[in-house]
């Protein structure tokens, strides 16, 4: 399924879905926001792509000698660059790359924070004023000149440490929305009987709170994402990343290099931008549905008047509650 | 301050000029044939110095009737059908001129409309005030919506006038709503409803959110006002023995209907429709001896899903065959003329007895 | 004052920590910098300027807290060391030269991005079920996308192709500085495109932040009774739902600011703009690191500086913390 048809289908005038997709969208909520859906969609196709991209990459994405600065063609579909490699194996190969430093890096990044968060929240007192301090100065250091300054001491070593050093400037955020949950979650009644019978704290927080803190984690772990990919493609672009990988940064690199932007060579440096840009729009989307679920009032005129279309009715108190 | 039990009858005494008259007002939530009726098919009329009670349980449609006179619902409410003829004053040479329908207006005559005819307390006094501006400010834009040219100096002395109308120092015309008390600012909002010399107050639950006390005192300072101003109040809330004490009369909502309307004694004395008498019976007298007291079986209706004819009917423990095919219309019983009721009980056709 | 007072001691802790940090980095990192900063100013510079910048990297015998104290002096002297690059210009004045041109730049642009992106959101939330409904796609789409993909764009557009802004630089090369008409609109029109990246980047952030903002308070009774009053629809947009709107933006500014000025750097890299972000860029390439440290402390306490302007706006907007403040 492309991303045209998935924007189109849930806005298909058929008034009652058929009974098993509906099923399903009772279970999985998320699936009947559109954005969402299409998020989810989108996205996953930049996973298939992260998967298998460097083995259907129809060349070797280094290999030179072929045509030089050719326009997309039948034989290279995205075109070539100024010493003849193939664009699209290029950003078939990058794929693989830009994904996997977002997820090493908000994988890392999402452990720190919930740690660091969950703990802060959770212990109160003098743990959490020092934690909390460090969350907010983490937050107000801006990220990229420190991501920037670290990886200038890093000579080579790949992709992996860039993913370290995003995650050590990116987990601030989701650090910071897990204090505020943990901490309004610790006076649920749940959580003050488990402490009450004497539970022990890690047992509390494993079993009791963090599955509490799901939605939240995936928000941020999603962010951190976003923020990863962005944060190496801009790297990577300014030639400060790992330049014996490739990566979408690093094809954009060499564009900028190769003064692409001033010849005209608009396939070259338009597929990779476009990938980083519609990975961050996908997850960006998949968090826009997913906070539209918890706070309808967000939702866009267009979903309701969907809404209204399926005879989905208000529940009883709304009217009040709206006036 | 006066004990509201107490208050003496309003004067001036209740006209039968009709003021409002709502007709046929119908509000619905959605569109097309999933729309719920929030507000189906209303008819009432306030009448010139009167203080008319709304009484009903939340989600009976009261609030929204209130937003939807002065066209104040937000989407996905809508008005679907009806009329709210609104009687201006006969002019000095006693000329009086034709209604007009708020419904109707063009939007620029219903911004001029609103606060001038009618201004709105609301339930919330906490979130009633804007919190980025002093009650100066918010009085004074009032007052230069509808009075352009009005100076400063006046803006200033008619808000400092209004507060001490309404019992609270004019120093705090300086102040922002959180310095204020839950009392004071609703008072304020009273103040400020008043700034126009308006011809009708709707006051939307404004004693809810306060403690006892101070409702109370709020509620004797509003009696105290219309006598002053002779304005004419829609009086809503969900407390109908509050009603009983203020109003002339009480209409009683059920499910985005009026079910009964009567003189604020008949309700009490006589009670007719079975929701009003379980609405009586479920508050402890207010003088004489003690009753048992009783509630309503049942839960409230949902509105998307009500039953077929009267949508009481449910919880009705005098329901019988009609009350489930019909929908009742609101008449005048022949034994009391001042009423008005909707229920088959009472249908001469029907007579007393129940076929089944 | 408490409100203040509470801001100012975070921001002098926030100061100190990253000052250590800029000690630390150096010498925990991995890595030996001093050999490839050698082999590059090989028989350059002196024996004692090696020394020199060996110290303030962290490679000396002394013990790391002697090495502190020697930092902070120097730090408190206006002492950042010697560029290694622009040798031997001391880092203070080399940051000098650039931190106007960014200062100006990030500046006006974020100036112009909160005020439209806010403009924009308070009327998409206003306007809701209208075409600019439409705009919220095409403004997740622009969050995503990275600020130095805008900037190429826009320069092989409008820089390359129509030919309408200069390529790179922040002024004509064969102009003098200074206050001349003719600088002046040379400065302006090399800062067009750069200032327009930052702004289109940033856009995006503030609209959508500023709409979920008024749908929630549109909610609000205070907008109502406005209504209700029959005030102007000017009035109750602004003076009532976006000015109240407006505070949780504000106070989520310091995030922002954290990718405006990280989406800069790279902007002017692109721009080849005389600013600081193309100076670090410079100094990472050429093993710079007392010129990269320096530049990592100025950008970062501009941050805090900026972060602390931005409190004290919301101080005078709200009258609750004001109350506090006073």
């Known amino acids: 399924m492309t991303a045209a048809t998935a924007l189109a289908a849930p806005e298909s005038p058929s008034a009652e879905p058929a009974a098993a997709p509906a099923a399903r969208k009772r279970r999985f909520p998320l699936l009947r926001s559109g954005k969402a859906l299409t998020g989810m969609v989108v996205f996953g ?19 030179t000698g072929g045509p030089v600065l050719q326009s997309p063609s039948a034989q290279h579909l995205l075109g070539t660059t100024q010493s003849g490699q193939d664009i699209l194996s290029q950003i078939l190969v990058g794929a693989r790359t830009s994904m996997l430093v977002g997820l090493v890096a908000a994988t890392f990044a999402t452990a720190l924070g919930v740690l660091i968060g969950v703990t802060a929240g959770y212990a109160g007192g003098w743990t959490d004023d020092i934690l909390s301090m460090l969350t907010n100065i983490f937050l107000v250091i801006p990220a990229l000149p420190l991501t920037i300054v670290l990886t200038g001491y890093l000579h080579g070593g790949g992709w992996f440490p860039i993913a370290v050093v995003i995650s050590v400037t990116g987990w601030a955020f989701g650090a910071r929305l897990l204090r505020a949950q943990t901490l309004s979650l610790r006076n649920r009644d749940y959580i003050k009987a488990a ?23 995936v928000s941020g772990f999603l ?7 962005l944060t190496e493609a801009g790297l990577s672009f300014l030639g400060l990343g790992s330049l014996s990988t490739w990566s979408w940064g690093v094809t954009l690199y060499w564009a900028q290099n190769s003064s692409a932007f001033t010849t005209g060579a608009w396939w070259w440096y338009v597929p990779p931008g476009l990938c980083i840009a519609l990975v961050g729009a996908s997850l960006s989307l998949i968090n826009f549905g997913a906070d539209e679920l918890m ?29 | 301050m006066t004990a509201p039990a107490t208050v003496p009858a309003p004067i001036p005494a209740p006209g039968r000029e009709p003021l409002l008259e709502i007709r046929g007002l119908t509000v619905d939530y959605g569109e097309g044939p999933g729309a719920v009726h929030a507000v189906d098919t209303v008819d009432l009329t306030l009448h010139r110095s009167e203080t008319l009670g709304l009484a009903g349980e939340s ?5 929204t009737l209130a937003h939807a006179v002065t066209r104040l619902l937000r989407p996905p409410g809508r008005i679907a059908a009806g009329q709210v003829l609104y009687h201006r004053k006969p002019s000095a040479d006693g000329a009086a001129s034709p209604p007009v329908d708020v419904m109707a207006m063009a939007r620029n005559d219903l911004r ?14 906490m979130n009633a005030l804007n919190p980025v501006h002093t009650v100066a400010v918010q ?22 006038h209004l507060l001490t109308t309404v019992g609270v120092p004019s120093a705090r015309l300086s102040a922002y709503p959180h310095e204020l008390s839950g009392g004071m600012r609703q008072r304020i909002m009273i103040a400020m409803a008043l700034a126009l010399d308006p011809e009708i107050l709707v006051l939307d639950e404004p004693t809810t959110a306060l403690d006892v006390v101070v409702q109370r005192d709020v509620l004797a300072e509003l009696v105290r006002l219309r006598q002053e101003f002779g304005f004419s109040v829609l009086f809503i809330t969900h407390d109908l023995s509050l009603l009983l004490e203020v109003a002339d009369r009480v209409a009683i909502m059920y499910a985005g209907r009026i079910v009964e309307s009567a003189p604020a004694q008949d309700v009490y004395r006589t009670p007719t429709h079975p929701y009003t008498r379980g609405l009586v019976g479920s508050f402890p007298p207010l003088r004489g001896p003690r009753r048992d007291l009783a509630g309503i079986p049942g839960s409230p209706p949902d509105l998307r899903a009500l039953p077929p004819g009267c949508a009481f009917n449910p919880r009705c423990p005098e329901a019988f065959g009609r009350c489930t095919r019909d929908i009742p219309l609101l008449r005048t019983p022949p034994a009391s003329p001042d009423r008005l009721v909707a229920c088959h009980l009472d249908d001469p056709k029907e007579g007393a007895g129940h076929d089944d | 004052m408490r409100f203040l007072i509470r801001r100012i001691a975070f921001y002098v802790v926030t100061a100190w920590a990253a000052i250590t940090m800029n000690f630390l980095i150096p010498r925990l990192m991995p890595g030996s910098p001093e050999n490839t900063m050698l082999s590059r100013f090989q028989g350059q510079i002196s024996k004692e300027q090696i020394d020199a910048i060996k110290a303030q990297i962290g490679v000396s015998n002394a013990s790391l807290l002697s090495q502190y104290g020697t930092y902070w002096k120097d730090l408190l002297h206006g002492d950042l060391g010697t560029s290694v690059a622009y040798f031997p210009g001391r880092v203070s004045e080399v940051i000098g030269q650039g931190l106007w041109w960014t200062v100006v730049l990030v500046g006006v642009a974020t100036a112009i991005g909160f005020v439209l992106g806010t403009l924009l959101g308070v009327a998409a939330a206003w306007k809701r079920g209208s075409f600019l409904d439409h705009l919220l796609p095409v403004t997740t789409f622009f969050a995503a996308v990275p600020y130095f993909w805008i900037a190429l764009v826009a320069l092989s557009v409008f820089g390359a192709e129509l030919g309408w802004f200069p390529l790179s630089g922040g002024y004509r090369p064969e102009l003098e500085v200074g206050w001349s008409g003719e600088f002046i609109a040379s400065a302006f029109s090399h800062s067009v495109l750069p200032a327009a990246t930052i702004v289109v980047g940033s856009i995006a952030g503030w609209l959508l932040g500023m709409r979920n903002m008024m749908l929630t308070t549109l909610s609000e009774d205070y907008v109502l009774v406005a209504e209700a009053k029959g005030l102007r629809t000017r009035r109750v947009m602004l003076g009532y739902a976006a000015r109240n709107a407006l505070l949780p933006n504000i106070s989520g500014f310091a995030m922002s600011l954290g990718f405006i000025v990280s989406g800069s750097i790279v902007t002017e890299t692109v721009f080849s703009y005389p600013g600081i972000g193309f100076m670090l860029y410079n100094a990472v390439l050429n093993n710079d ?4 440290q320096g530049l990592f402390l100025i950008i970062t306490l501009m941050v805090l500086l900026a972060n602390f302007v931005v409190d004290l706006c919301y101080v005078l907007l709200d009258p609750r913390i004001r109350q506090e403040a006073r």
């Open chain 1, 45 to 63: 196709c930049f996973v298939l792509l992260a998967v298998i991209g460097p083995w259907i990459a129809p060349e070797d994405p280094s290999k």
């Open chain 1, 195 to 217: 402490r009450a019978i004497g539970e022990r704290p890690w047992r509390i927080v494993t079993v009791e709170l963090v599955p509490n803190l799901g939605a939240i984690i």
């Open chain 1, 223 to 229: 962010f951190t994402f976003i923020f990863a990919i």
């Open chain 1, 295 to 323: 706070n309808p009032r967000l939702a866009s005129a267009e979903k309701k008047r969907r809404a209204r279309r399926t005879s989905r009715k208000p529940s009883p108190t709304a009217p009040e509650a709206s006036v």
């Open chain 2, 59 to 63: 989600g009976s449609g009261k609030s």
């Open chain 2, 112 to 125: 001029a409309f609103r606060w001038e005819e009618i201004a709105i307390v609301f339930q919330s006094a």
């Open chain 2, 139 to 160: 009085i004074a834009d009032t007052l230069r919506a509808h009075r352009p040219g009005i100076s400063r100096a006046e803006c200033r002395d008619r808000a400092a």
């Open chain 3, 289 to 292: 690191y007392p010129l990269m």
